[in-house]
Structure formats: C-alpha cells, structure tokens
C-alpha cells in the first residue's frame, strides 16, 4: 500500500481554474509544480465521511486512496484500486466554464497516454449527480473512468480546492500539480514522465 501523500499548500491550489491563466512557470501551468511528499496522517489528510466515501475494508484509513465511491456511470469505485499506480487525476465540475473547455484537451490527451497511467476523472462541488451525467455525456468525456464525489471526500483527502485541477501522481505517491493552461501534448508528457519513474 502506498503510505506517501503530498503536502498540497495552500498557496498551490490557488489556481486559475474558471479565471485567468496561470502565468509560466506557476503550478497551473503546463510545466506543474512538484508536490512535497510526507506520510499521511488523519491531520494531513482533511477529509469526512459520507455514504459515497469511506474507508475500505481492512484498508489504512490515513492512505488518501482509502475510499470507495460511486462512479457516474453508477459502478463502485475503490480508490485502492489506483494506489501504488502511476494515474492523473483530473477534478471537475459540471457547472464550470473552464472545466468545460477542458474537455477537449482531455479527450484529445486519452489516446495518447503511455501504457498504465489512466486519467480518473473526480466530478465534484456539486451534489446533483444527473448534472455530473450529462457532462460527461455533452461533453465526450465517457472514454474514462469518473468519480462521482457527491459529499466533496475525494477533494478533501487530497487537498483540492479548486476544479480544474489535474493531479499527476506517480506509483511512490509523488505528485505535480497541472492547471487548465495544460495542452494535451503537456498531460500526455508529464504521463510519460510518470510511466518512466
């Protein structure tokens, strides 16, 4: 099981998600920022409960992929089950502009991603999950894998603020934080960066 988590700061996640641009160089932008790593612990991890999101099984509650949800297709996602995997984590909402936009850089990033790293994409900071449906559906964006983050767990396990967000976390539980100013060439680089390590 991995036993790291990144230490997201605050200042980090002030991203530019449905505003302006992130300037070069800024952890939104398509070269991302390098997260610190640390053990997670229960004050590290912000997170509540709720019926979407729990700890599994016998699995360590403090591992920020200790959760199992709902998908927005309607099957159980087990966060466990990308753990110690090299994954992008792509954090939306069905209501934002920019997120909507978006949506082109992902689908024209999916084909091109390297062999074993998948983007996982976490509809969140609404609770109506028939709106989460229908941008998936008006959008395209069914080719992967959506996490229906009903009660805002999966933001807070891993310390997200903002939608728009993609979280590149390699199998050791490094981790960079990328912005909407991402290209689909940045995320499919920065995958690869990840396959390699």
């Known amino acids: 099981m991995n036993t790291r988590l990144f230490a997201v ?3 980090a996640l ?4 449905c505003a302006a641009p992130a300037a ?6 398509g ?7 640390a053990s997670p612990t229960s004050d590290a991890v912000a997170g509540g409960g709720g019926e979407t999101s ?3 099984g016998e699995a360590d509650a403090d591992n920020v992929f200790a959760f199992t949800a709902q998908t927005v297709d309607g099957q159980e996602f087990d966060g466990l089950s990308i753990d110690d995997r090299d994954v992008v984590l792509w954090f939306w909402a069905p209501w934002c502009p920019t997120c909507q936009m978006q949506t082109r850089t992902i689908n024209a990033a999916l084909p091109d991603m390297p062999e074993g790293v998948d983007i996982v994409g976490i509809a969140g900071l609404s609770d109506d ?4 449906q229908e941008f998936v559906s008006i959008y395209e964006v069914d080719g992967m894998t959506h996490v229906a983050d009903l009660d805002g767990d999966v933001y807070r396990r891993f310390e997200i603020t903002q939608q728009s967000t993609l979280l590149f976390i390699d199998d050791s539980g490094d981790a960079w934080l990328g912005g909407p100013s991402m290209t689909a060439d940045d995320i499919v680089a920065r995958a690869e960066e990840l396959a390699a390590s």
């Open 129 to 132: 999950l028939e709106y989460m």
């Open 54 to 56: 729990a700890p599994t």
């Open 24 to 29: 070069e160089g800024d952890a939104a932008s």
């Open 9 to 11: 700061p605050a200042a």
């Open 14 to 17: 002030l991203l530019a998600a």
């Open 31 to 37: 070269g991302g920022e390098p997260l610190a790593s």
